[in-house]
């Protein structure tokens, strides 16, 4: 694919930044990369990896007469991020990221952004449980998909760019209102993880001999669960925080009908579990045939 971009300037570049360069230096779908991080130890491994042209600890540094921003830390980050790089946004520049609630996004960048610059807000949902630009690779991407989430209004041709990237990483492209794809990802993605920090922690808070058997004895349900809970805590923290309603209505809906099983195991009702059951694993077909697992 021809180049997409003169110049792509990444404000974070953790696992999925990381990944994206690595998709761009691949393809040569940038002319100059120039990166971003708070630390220098960041952005040693950065040159050392040869992820960048540039880099820098300055936001501003790294955004100005950049064409694409992507912008990749944490969520409680955005904020800070667009009040250092408003000012230095060239006109026509896009502005995108890769956060896991779009509603914060568009709260917190939207009203910093100058006119002319287009807001591109974007989900490509891939990731693994392990963090920083090391633990990237260009092939995460493949066959997942990502959400874009642009208010009404946004630029048809920034929108177009933006999604001619992630489909050149592999990945198929979706457009959705911000708050329905949070209400969607608070269900598929931010309540799993919530219930697999509650069981891990659990476990932990056990007494010491049942605890050494339960890691002892992991079986294949555990060790999925401590899989997820070994994700990136301040990642998850501002996922939970910046995406509260949503995950706090599907949380009361998941202790519903919680309760509603655990009325089942006390009586016996052997049909009343079989039937969710069934019900459960239909939903795992469809996943495993939608290429999904």
Not at 227 to 242: E, Q
């Amino acid at each position: 694919m021809s180049k997409l971009f003169d110049r792509v300037a990444f404000i974070g570049i953790g696992l999925i930044g990381s990944s994206l360069a690595r998709v761009m230096l691949r393809d040569k779908l940038a002319g100059e990369i120039v990166a971003c991080a708070r630390t220098q130890a960041t952005l040693d491994t950065v040159k050392e990896l040869k992820l960048a042209d540039r880099v820098t600890r300055d936001p501003a540094e790294a955004a100005k007469g950049a064409d694409l921003v992507v912008i990749a830390t944490h969520l409680s980050a955005y904020a800070e991020v667009g009040k250092r790089i408003a000012d230095v946004l060239k006109p026509g520049a896009i502005v995108t990221d890769v956060g896991s609630v779009k509603q914060a996004v568009i709260r917190d960048l939207k009203p910093l952004l100058p006119s002319g610059v287009h807001l591109v807000p974007g989900h490509p949902v891939a990731g693994t449980e392990f963090s920083g630009p090391a633990a990237g690779f260009a092939e995460m991407f493949r066959d997942r998909w990502c959400i874009l989430t642009p208010v009404a209004g946004t630029d048809a041709k920034a929108v177009a760019r933006v999604k001619a990237l992630w489909e050149n990483a592999g990945m198929k492209v979706a457009t959705m209102d911000p708050a329905h794809h949070d209400m969607v990802l608070a269900i598929t993605s931010h309540l799993p993880h919530l219930i697999a920090y509650t069981i891990v922690g659990t476990a932990t808070d056990l007494e010491d001999t049942l605890k050494s058997e339960v890691i002892k004895f992991s079986a294949g349900g555990f060790r999925d669960f401590t899989r997820i809970a070994a994700s990136d805590p301040v990642f998850w923290r501002d996922v939970f925080l910046a995406n509260r309603e949503a995950v706090l209505a599907m949380l009361q809906r998941f202790t519903e009908d919680l309760t509603a099983m655990q009325r089942a195991i006390r009586y016996g009702e052997g049909d009343t579990l079989e039937r969710v059951f069934s019900r459960t694993r239909a939903i795992r077909k469809s996943i495993v045939d939608a290429k999904q697992a």
